[in-house]
Structure formats: structure tokens, C-alpha cells
């Protein structure tokens, strides 16, 4: 479904070519200061303008629609509406015909009967993550003291990541990349085992991120070739500091007060100017496919801040609930 | 929490050490056959054994508790529970001054402000999945015509499992391994986007198996390095099938028709027989550790059924739900 | 929190004088014929005109801003806005000191830790309802063949409503009234208990309407009133007609294919144009106070549509269930 | 489904003459004394014994299987369970040919297609109720300063109740009651509106319990005849105390301060010991039916102790809501 969050639920609305995307926050505590310029810094990181992203610029201008009250939040829903405007209109019809590969034209069609919006992917675009992080700035709010630190390090398989973009550009091509997101200063504690684990809880909401094919947290895939007697993190301080981080800052799907690590791959761009062999559904046949529209030649550069307003969702989840326990024990 | 699932609602309770593990699996269809013997072949999968697993054996006899009247399912709550019978006495009062490397034990009694059950590791203890493989049981039962294939493909980076276990257990060490999951016979539309995306669903689920330090879809980490001429899965069947498989079954979140690839990588046991160096909170200095109990080398050995029940359960939730669109919509 | 229901999800934002009023609808049917024109009906059965409503008439011209396509719903999340028109500044910086007695102002400064919207009651006004409607008009779609009748049947303890609405107003008073909403042409077997018996879940939704102070279920609170051999209803038909419906067509928690009968009590509207005696909490004095702004002199007026959408909404949840169920069994 | 609450949350299994009846509460604040023999009181208030109760004995000893290490609650999930002793056998098969009137015989049997446990009235029992009761002693320990004061105020329509049930006894007949419950010690801010106001959280609980006909707060069903001058509740203290209570100690769906009043009727027991005429679905004639088995004339002497439990449970889930956003907002 399109909500998330127990006690900080977030839900998203909108389309690509619709009217525009929005998000509805319900459980944000009251009194957080929050105006519509506290979005511009975030929406900035994850606005197309870099060598490898869309040419599809658009002002991106929030309007809070309810839950603000003289400049701080009053507890009651926040909804935020992102108008699109930048829309290009286009034949679409020929998507039933042929699916583009990697995209969710088959199935976004299969799903709905027939009856999705199949402009510019629809419910299924990437735009939709412009409503995550909305949301993602309100909740680093929440997160008072919490320290994020969220980098593309890798794509296509080099830390060049100015070369790697720039070379499949050139081939009319486009490459994925790897997204690492360390975040400082959570207490202890955070996480709702056993099925609501820190990890567990992170992982859905980015696996929600559209393109994202793997999520690690500390060793990651590396663990299941590592011996228990290097894996295993050595305390070396008395608030849990271990001298080594390959838990990524869980222990049994709890924080454990060291940094949370964790990694995200993201997979190239479908959409790419190459010539593609793929089925025409009417025809039959094998047919060459040209994918037209403006896109990104590596999705990854723009997505660390919609990983990073992912997590903050998430943890923003779990904090709260954290909160309660506390008050409930201290009373 | 420790209730998974929207429409299949499955929740965990029990300790190691404690009265036993039980399941209470909600919304479970009325009519399916099941019996007690029915759990019988997956139970034997996941107890020890083999080289390598712990010698903790323990007979492992679930009981029906509700739910099932005269071989079938009612409809109402199932609940299953299995007594722990091998329980050794044992002084777990050092755990609090010098909790164990890898282990819950720091995280989880900070949460439980103390008040939790130590012994075996309580709640955390991987005994709890027990509990996930009677419930997955009856999940691969509502999943009628799907068929899994779920494999410890690697351990210690090796395809070599037997030699990577043995040399480990020979170093009183433990190593970690990969399993591959691969679900066949799901139909196209599974998943509810834009946050109960399959992989959402099914990650979520894995990552509350303790252990779990990454999860992959079809490509997975492999798709930070490569360029989307290649990533791209050609259509080349009218049902959606594709010639290669690196969306791992999934566009948009959802089946797409495909086999689901998944895999998981599982950390080495931190239960290992080599002396370790870690603080002594009491003292406030690094000392030497060693750790005592019944442990396995390799957990990832008997984590294959459990990995299939996990995201069985998973899958069961969204069949359920797709099978309702279905139905709304008259098909 | 302001979402509602399992499968078929309802979010609420919004406040009386804020930007507007918005309702997300989660899980809706693809393929549903919906378009603006289609909210007019029930809009207008809400609208204030009678004598003994609210003054305050605004155009309530509901956009849609996602979740349709050509006239049809997608299966995307569906959201529908009606901006705020005629509202009239006013000081409410009063409200602090002397809440005004019925109203929410004391209990939402409270809860907000005094960062409410205080304007109209903000979150907690009436104008909520409006959304409530608005996803009420598509519940109905989602209930195919199924008929609701739903009417004001007493105001004041009187069946002349207009009478006593009259005597109210020129009293400079208000007054409540008794809604009853009767059901038709739903199937046996709605409702999940235990928790979610058919009445737990429209009584959820029920209260959560502003002034509802108690819902029945046929023979309600006579019920207890009464001797078996009377309230038990005999069957009649085999398709579980009775010859009498004290139960309001339920048994168990489920439809039992007997219209299903609720009624629903509002209390009088709590704005009076009658001088009250109230606290002042900055002074400490009981003092008299006058309420200005306009109102509805008997809220019950404009109820029904309100009643009906929500009934509706929880309606539409179970069935949606309901489908999954008989699909998942073959039927 | 079986499942009732967001943060402390209650899930109920089992059958009347099944293996037993059990629950599992999640979320339970670690550190709460616990031990079986806390659930006494109360089970003896839902022990039949009184005139007009069944004389179906049962010793009910409740056993803890999970959640609780050295007499606290650990905050894992609490499990416990009761075994059902005193079961008789009998044959249920004619209950498919002729359902009792006011029983779920008709409904569950549809709802599970037929493969219902029909002993007993299956999960539908009230002996479910057993669980609830257990439930609601942990929740009471949550209250921590909270009181209730739980009353059957009428039998059949009389304040004398034992009248009324000695003389319904001796008709062989049954009587319905009326139930008030009294909840003093709540603070200001209870309740999660717009949806889950604090009458709709605790209007959902009660209903799910069997025979529950009506909820009232404050005013209830009064209040559709009354006018505003009289309804509204004047301030008189800082607290927030009102003159009056027609509010039930609830404004805007959040409790004021004042107790909290609610209201509920309990139908009379289905089963009668006089003769009824009713539909034999299998020769399609209405024909006598009479319903043996052991049965309690006036079920509302016993349910004051399950009405309190259901209420507790409710309120603890919004008490611990409240303390977060209390934590929250002290950040």
C-alpha cells in the first residue's frame, strides 16, 4: 500500500503527468518548526541539473496544504503538494505494444487491467521519491541530534563516478551505482525485533525506492564470506562502541549505538538512447525498440537524498516508538 | 513488532530458554488440509545435524493449538506451539557485565531496560524461527501451484560449503554463506507499491531472521556496475517472460512473471570457540572471552528453510491481496 | 491517526480555516468510472441551506489530483482536495483562556501542547466531514448493487425534525437528533472477528465523526431490555432471511444477509447563541460567555450523507476482504 | 481479524472446545510484575457461579509460555494460555440444518465455507472473552493510577437485577443487560482522532465482544433529545473539570479529564431453554427447535469484568501513544 510508518506513518499520492505528487505525514509531534523553505535544500540535492541527469527541469515548489499552523507543525496531518509542470505531452498508446524493458509498463499494466496511467510511468515514476523527501526533511526534524551522511560512492563498478556517467553517456548508454548512507547519533535501542528489526523496517521502506536492487547493512554480502572470529565487532567503549563496525550499528535488529551503515544499490537507468531487441506484444515478433523522453543517464546521482529521507522516514518510525518505551519505563 | 503481514497475519512469541516458541497465524484461508504431520519434512530441514550445526537436538514437536477442525483449516486463528525440551541450566548474570561480540545481548537489554530474558539469548535466539518455518508450512499451502528452491549456495566465499564448514570448525571458528532463493509459478502483479513493493514485502521479512546482513534481488549488488544495455531484460514471451533475468522477477515492484531471484547473505555464527578480546564493562577493560553453550559453525546451514518460509509468508500476504484486485475486478 | 481500514484505506487532512480540506483513498479498485461530477450529489446532501444550518455556504468544488485516468481509477492512491473559500478572519487567540464548552478547544490545546489550529477548530471541525463524503461517493462505487437509506428520523426526541429544529433556533439553541442508517443487498459474511466484527469497524468509523455520542445495532440499547425469546430472530428463508432483525443483520460480528441496521446519536451542536456560564481560566472565574461564528443549529441536519459515506467506507473495507476470501477458497 | 491495537497489541486464538484459549499481547512495557496467580481476580469476576450463569465449571488456570523472566515482563511478546478442561461432547452436525436463532451457527458456517468448528459456537464462543479478560489485567498494570469501576446497572429493564434474571430463569428465558464502566485517573489527550478518536478505539474493542448491542459515552442516545444550553458541559476547574459529564470525559475524540463514561447493552443469551420456531434449512419448514447444552440465562452478570477489559486494553494502547508524544515534545 502507500503508507508507511507505525506511529509516523507517511503516504504518497501523484503521478508523473498528473497533476503532481503529494505527501501526507500523519503522527508528526507538534511544534516542529516547519515552513515551505525548509524543503528547498533537500529538493535541490535531488534536482536534475548535474552532466547524466534528465534534462526535465522543474521548479518543484511545495505547498503545504494542512498540519502548519504561524510556522510549526500542530500535530494534525501535514500534506504537501508538488504541482508537475514541466509535463510534455506524448503518445503513450504504443507502451501496451511494447513494454519498454526495465520499466513497469508491463506489469503497472497487468496490475491495474489495463486501466493505469501509463504517462511517464504514472504511479510508478521516479518522481514520486520528490514526495519522499518532502517527508524526509520532517522527519530528520523528528530525529533531533541524528547526523546523516548519504553518497553516491560508486558507478558502474568505479569510484570515477564522473567518468563512469560520462562514458555511458557517451555510449548512449547509462550505468547504476552504489549509494552509502552512515547515520550518527541514534541511541541505542531503535529497532522493534522480531519482525520490526532496525533492519527490517530500513529495507522496506528503501526496497520502496524504484531502482533499488540490493540493500546492505555493516559487512553486507560480505559476511557470508567472512569467519565469525573477524565478523564479530569487539566492545571497546562502555556506551556499546565497538572497534570494528560490521554489524553496520545492529545487533539483534536493535541499534547498538555505533554508526548505522548501510548500502543501496540502484540499477542503471532502463530508459537509454541504445537501440534495444525486445518482444511487440501485437506483432509478436522481436522488434527493435527506441525509448524516447528526457531521462537520466545514471538515476543514481540524484537518488542519495531520497535514500537518505528513506532511512530518516524509517528511523523517524522507530525513534518514536523508542520514545514511548522510555516514558512508559521512566513513569 | 511481532506481527507480519496485512491480510496473512503472522505473530512470534517464545524464548530459548523459556516455556517453548509458538505461531499464530491470522487470516489464514478456511478449508486448507493440515495437520501436525504436515510440518514434519520442514522442521527436519532446519534441525541440526549436519556437520557443523549445533548439538543441541531437541525432538521439536509442534501442537496445534487452534485453528484446525477435523484435518482442515477453519479459518480462524491458527495457532502452533513447540515446548523446548533440551534446556540446559546455566548462569547467564556474566552476560550483563560482559556481553557477548555479535550477540544481542548488549542491545537487548538496554531495550528491555534490563528486564529481559538472557538466557539462550531469549526472544533474540534464533530458536524463534522455528516458528517462521510452521507458519511458512502453511504459507507455501495457500501459495498453490508456486514452487520454491531455496539453496546454501556459498559459505566462507566458497561454492564449497562442506570443506569452508569444516576447515571453520576445525579453527573453533564459524563462517558465514549465501542462499539463494528462487520462486517459480507466482503470477504477474504481485506487490503493492509504492511502499509494499514485493522486494519491500519480502525484505522486511528476511531481515527480522537474525543473522540477515543483506538482501538481493536478481542482479542485486552487481547492478551498481552495470550499464543498462545489459541490465535490461528483453521481452520475449507474451506471458512477460525475458531472456535474461536481472530484475530478478520484479519491475515496479512487482512480479513480473519471471522466476523471483533472491538472495541473502547470512553472517558466520558469533558464537565462536576461539578466544576473543572485548570489554569487561564491570572492569572497564578489554579481557578475554570465551564463550560457552551448544552452537552451530555455520548457521547459514540450517537458514535455507527458513529463508523459504520467510518470504513464503511474504508472498502468501500479497497472493491474497492480488487475488482480492482479481476479484473486485470481476477477472 | 487519521487513516482508516485494511484494504481499502482512507487518510483525512486538512482544517476549517486552513488551505483546505483532502482525503487520500489507498487500495481503491482499478477501473472505477469517477470524475468530479460525480462528488455533486452527495456534496449537496451535506451543503447548508436548510433552515438550522450554518450561514457559512462555500462552492466545495473537489479537484482530483491523482489516482484517475481517462474517467477511470487506476489502483493508485486517489486523491481528492476542496480548497477553503469563505473563511473569515477572526481572533482566536480567546480560545485559550475560555474554551468554549463542548467544542474540542481545551482537549486539541492540550494534545498539541498548545500548537493547534485554533481557527474553527482546525483539525477537529466539522468541515472534516467533507472528506469523509467525498470518499464516501467511491466506497459506494467500490459496493456494487448494495443500497443505502439513511435519514434523520428524530430531532429533540421528536419525529417532527423540522419542528423541532425551529423551537431551537428561536430559543438560540440547539438541538440533536437520531440518524438511522439502513443497509441492503449486502452478502453473508462481512466482517473479520474477533476485533473486527462488522460492528467494531463501522462503529470506528462512526465515531470518529464529530458529536456522535452512541451507535446501535438493531434492537441497540433495548437490547438489554429485553428477553431472548423476543430478541432472537427466527429464520424464515434459506438465504438467512429473519421474520424479525432485532439482531440489524449481524450474528457473530458478520452480515448475516438481513439489511443491516445502525443508528447513530448526535449530540446538539455545542455553539449556542444562548449566554453559557464557563470557566475563564486566565482569571479563574466562572464567567459568562457568548459564542460567535456561524453554525448549524442542529448538526444532525447535514449528518446522514455524512453517516452514510462512512458506513460505506467501512463497508467497502470488509467486502473488498470479503472478495479476497471466496477467491482464495474458489467460489 | 484477530488483532486489536497499534502499540500494545492483542491477538486472541482458540475455540470453545478446542484445545484451549490463548492470547498474545506485543508491546508490553518491559519491567511490569507479573505472575499467573495476578489473573485470579479477575477470572473469578468472569467465573460463572452466581444464579442465572452456566453451569459449565472450569478451573481456568491461565499458563504464561512467553514475555515474562523472574516474575517482570521481559517486553518480548507475552503468550498466554488457558486449556479448555470441561468439554462435553455432543453432536453439532444438525446445527448446519437448523441454525440457532442469535447464534453465529449460520453466519460462521458461511463466512468459512463450511469448514467452521461448529462445538460450541467454534472461535465465536464467548468463552473467547476468557482471553480479553487476561489481556486486560496486563493492561490495567500499564494504567498505572488509572481506576475503573465496572457495573451491570440493569438486567431486562430493571435495576433489580437479580429479579430479573431469577424471574427470566424461571420462563426459561433469557435477559439482556445494560453495563457502565467508569474510568477515573485518565489524563487530557487520550485518543488519536480524526479516525481513531477515543470513542472509536474503545467503541471497536467493545464490539468485538459477543452479544454487545450498543456503546454509549457520556449523553449516548439521550443526547439526540437534548438542546445544546443543557448538553454542553461548563467549565469549573483549571483541570478541565466540567460541571456536568453529558461529555462522557470526552471532547474532539480526546478525553477531558472528567472520568471517562461508557455505556453498553448486551443482548439476552441467545440460547433459551423454551421452544422455538425457526427455519430447517434441510426440509425448508419452519419447524421447533431446542437448543440444549448449558448456557447463562442473563450472559451480562458475567461480562462487567470483560467489558473492563476490553475498555483497559483500548486505553492503554492510547496511553502509551500519549506518553510518546509527551516524550516527544520534552525532546
Redesign the interface.
Known amino acids: ?4 510508518g ?2 509516523l ?1 507517511v ?5 508523473s503527468h ?5 505527501v ?1 505525514l ?2 508528526c ?3 516542529l518548526e516547519l515552513t515551505e523553505a525548509d524543503f528547498a535544500a533537500d529538493l535541490d540535492r535531488r534536482r536534475a541539473g548535474a552532466e547524466g541527469t534528465t534534462p526535465r527541469h522543474e521548479p518543484d515548489e511545495p ?5 502548519v ?1 504561524q510556522g ?8 504537501v ?1 508538488v504541482a508537475n509542470t514541466n509535463v510534455r505531452s506524448a503518445d503513450y498508446a504504443h507502451l501496451a505494444a511494447t ?1 519498454r ?4 509498463d ?3 499494466r ?8 501509463p ?1 511517464g ?4 515514476s521516479g518522481r ?1 521519491t520528490l514526495a519522499l523527501v518532502l517527508a524526509g526533511v520532517v522527519a530528520k526534524k ?1 530525529l ?1 541530534g541524528v547526523r546523516f551522511d548519504t553518497r553516491l560512492i ?4 568505479s569510484a570515477d563516478v564522473e567518468s563512469a556517467v560520462r562514458e ?1 553517456l557517451a ?1 548512449g ?6 549509494i552509502a548512507c552512515r547515520v550518527e547519533g541514534l541511541p ?2 531503535l ?7 532496525v ?3 530500513v ?3 528503501l ?2 525506492v ?1 531502482a ?18 573477524r ?8 556506551d ?1 562502541r ?1 572497534a570494528t563496525n ?3 550499528g545492529v ?6 549505538g555505533n554508526p548505522l551503515e548501510v548500502r543501496v ?8 538512447g ?1 537501440l ?4 511487440n ?1 501485437d506483432s ?1 515478433r ?1 522488434e527493435p525498440l527506441t525509448v524516447r523522453g528526457r531521462h537520466d543517464a545514471c538515476i ?1 546521482l540524484r537518488a542519495p537524498v531520497v535514500v537518505e529521507a528513506t532511512v530518516a522516514l524509517a528511523l523517524a518510525d522507530l525513534w ?2 523508542r ?7 521512566g ?1
Open positions: 500500500m502507500n503508507t508507511l507505525r506511529v506513518r503516504s504518497l499520492f501523484g503521478e498528473g497533476a503532481g505528487v503529494g501526507v500523519d503522527g509531534p507538534a511544534g505547498a503545504l496544504l494542512s498540519g499552523f510549526r507543525t500542530t500535530g494534525a496531518p501535514l500534506a503538494h513494454p524493458p526495465g520499466h513497469a508491463f506489469t503497472g497487468a496490475k491495474a487491467f489495463g486501466f493505469n496511467d504517462r510511468g504514472g504511479h510508478f514520486l523528528v533531533a560508486e558507478a558502474g563498478g555511458a555510449a548508454d547509462s550505468v547504476g551505482g552504489l541505542v535501542g529497532g522493534e525485533p522480531f519482525f520490526d528489526s533492519e527490517s523496517v529495507a522496506h521502506a526496497f520502496s524504484p533499488v536492487k540490493a540493500v546492505e547493512f555493516g559487512s553486507g554480502v560480505a559476511a557470508a564470506s567472512m569467519r565469525g572470529s565478523h564479530n565487532d569487539p566492545f571497546v567503549g562502555p556499546g565497538t560490521h554489524a553496520g545487533n539483534g535488529g536493535l541499534t547498538n544499490a540502484v540499477k542503471p537507468t532502463s530508459s537509454i541504445q534495444q531487441q525486445t518482444l506484444f509478436g522481436i543514481a518514536l516508538l520514545r514511548m518505551q522510555e516514558a512508559a519505563h513513569a
